[in-house]
């Protein structure tokens, strides 16, 4: 057993692998589309495919922790069905706007942090907690 505290500690890279097999995926295709040998459709190429790759490897690179991942992806997905189904538009963006609020009213709240008046020692307390104590 080895106690030693200046033996570095390895982290794993769950990100980075992530988006390298994201980049990998990407460049197979690129490379198939070249050689012509499938059908692959055009949409496939378009802008908001670009976008929803953009927002997996973001995805990825922060093990999908952070929700700007999610929200690029959900654009990009809103624009294919909006450029790909004709009349799309009057149901797509209303639906986002509302999965939009609804996962800022159900979204985990942050602890917040406040100052406070303590009145028997007449000073001011830093509180995380937001609530003063008695």
Known sequence: MNNDINTPV?????????????????????????F????????????????????????????FRKPSWMIIMLIGVACLIDNNFDGADRIVWPIVIMGFGTWLVLKPKKQKEAYYFDNKKETFHFDKAAEPKM
């Open 10 to 34: 390895e982290t794993p890279n769950n990100g980075k692998v992530a988006a390298g097999v994201i980049l990998l995926v990407i460049g197979a295709i690129l490379l198939v589309d070249q």
């Open 36 to 63: 012509q040998l499938f059908f692959i459709p055009d949409w496939l190429f378009s802008w908001p495919m670009w976008m929803i790759a953009w927002g997996a490897y973001m995805g990825a690179k922060y093990n």
